[in-house]
Structures are given as structure tokens and as C-alpha cells.
T-cell receptor, first 113, second 115 residues
Framework: GENVEQHPSTLSVQEGDSAVIKCTYS??????FPWYKQELGKRPQLIID?????GEKKDQRIAVTLNKTAKHFSLHITETQPEDSAVYFC????????????FGQGTRLTINP | NAGVTQTPKFRILKIGQSMTLQCTQD?????MYWYRQDPGMGLKLIYY???????DKGEVPNGYNVSRSTTEDFPLRLELAAPSQTSVYFC??????????????FGSGTRLTVV
């Protein structure tokens, strides 16, 4: 079936530095790519998303880039803060019967003070 | 708007017991989904629905059943619970229109332990 690969599985950065998480997808028809942040014991929360007609989107310290040709997209977090520590999931839409999201395996981001 | 509401939040089942996880949304979303998340892992799709009366299997449907009698409700039924079904279950909903999805929102989850 269609899948999404996410790397790295763990990432540790110093406070104030940047963090980058990368994902690749297999379905060339995917047209929606959200990123979710999940804190321990909580639900996944949408932090930013991008659609296939856009190459880049930014929201304050968070940005997402999309390369449709290579079928990969990335999350960039600048000026990291301790509250950015969480598990981050990328996802890609697939359309088999209906639109739904397939998730990557997650990246545990730790911000060291 | 309450969004997506799941009940119960926690449950312990004995092997072979059955239960229903409830999910309701008040956003008038046409699509609804059930995912499971095992410890330290990503989310895997169990079942989904594109509207009342229509359901379909996801990646890991074995051991589960669903129904969608109304737009708002999408209960997940576990028959003959097994330890392998110990997981956190998330319900989600979205609005699907002309090949796009919008507002993909998760409930707060149900933590299920089968002993």
C-alpha cells in the first residue's frame, strides 16, 4: 500500500538552533501534506500544512517545503524553544476510495536548554 | 464547537470481552476515521467512512467493526478483545470535497488495555 517514510526517528538540538524533519511519500496523487505535533499523552495537533499547488509555507518559526517531483516534504523549525520538544508526525493524503491521511513513523524532537 | 469527542478515555478489558468506543463530531464533517497508535509508534488506520451508511477498511481492520448511522457518530466495536489490541485509539474527522480534505481533527483518544 501507499506509505510515508519519516526521518530521523529521534532528533536532539540545542535551544535556539534549527531542526529539520524530512518525509517521503509514494502516491503521486497525494495533494495534502500536514504536520502534527503530539505531546505525551495528548492527541496529535495540526501545526502546519501544505497543499500540492504550493512549494513552501511559513508560519512564524515553522515552515514546510514540498518537492512534488522528488515526492518529499520537510518541516523546518527555527529558533527552537524547550516547548518545541514533542513527537512530530508528517502525513500525506491518499485517495483509495476516499481521501485519508497516511502517517509517518514520527520524530521525537528534544530541545536541550 | 466541541470538535471530536471520544468516550471512554480509559478502559481495561479482559481477554475475550467486547466493547464499543464512542466517537461523535459536531463540525458537520462528512469523513470520519479510526486510528490506533501503539506505544512509540505512528498512527495506523483501522476503518473510515465517507458518509452515513458507508464504511470501508483501512490498514489494520481485523478484530474491529464500525457503523455510521448518522453524520455525527462513528462507533468502533471490538469483539473478543485480545492483548494485541492494547493501544491508544484516536477518532478523527474531516471535510472532503472535490478531491481535497479540510479540517482533519483528532479526538482526545481512548487508552485501552487488554489483560
Amino acid at each position: 500500500g501507499e506509505n510515508v517514510e519519516q526521518h530521523p526517528s529521534t532528533l536532539s538540538v540545542q535551544e535556539g538552533d534549527s531542526a529539520v524533519i524530512k518525509c517521503t511519500y509514494s502516491d503521486s496523487a497525494s495533494n495534502y501534506f500536514p504536520w502534527y505535533k503530539q505531546e505525551l499523552g495528548k492527541r496529535p495537533q495540526l501545526i502546519i500544512d501544505i497543499r500540492s499547488n504550493v512549494g513552501e509555507k511559513k508560519d512564524q518559526r515553522i515552515a514546510v517545503t514540498l518537492n512534488k517531483t522528488a515526492k518529499h516534504f520537510s518541516l523546518h523549525i527555527t529558533e527552537t524553544q524547550p516547548e518545541d520538544s514533542a513527537v512530530y508526525f508528517c502525513a500525506a493524503s491518499i485517495r483509495q476510495g476516499a481521501q485519508k491521511l497516511v502517517f509517518g513513523q514520527g520524530t521525537r524532537l528534544t530541545i536541550n536548554p | 464547537n466541541a470538535g471530536v469527542t471520544q468516550t471512554p478515555k480509559f478502559r481495561i478489558l479482559k481477554i475475550g470481552q467486547s466493547m464499543t468506543l464512542q466517537c461523535t463530531q459536531d463540525m458537520n464533517h462528512n469523513y470520519m476515521y479510526w486510528y490506533r497508535q501503539d506505544p512509540g509508534m505512528g498512527l495506523k488506520l483501522i476503518y473510515y467512512s465517507v458518509g452515513a451508511g458507508i464504511t470501508d477498511k483501512g490498514e489494520v481492520p481485523n478484530g474491529y467493526n464500525v457503523s455510521r448511522s448518522t453524520t455525527e457518530d462513528f462507533p468502533l466495536r471490538l469483539e473478543l478483545a485480545a492483548p494485541s489490541q492494547t493501544s491508544v485509539y484516536f477518532c478523527a474527522s474531516s471535510y472532503g470535497f472535490r478531491g481535497q480534505i479540510y479540517g482533519y481533527t483528532f479526538g482526545s483518544g481512548t487508552r485501552l488495555t487488554v489483560v
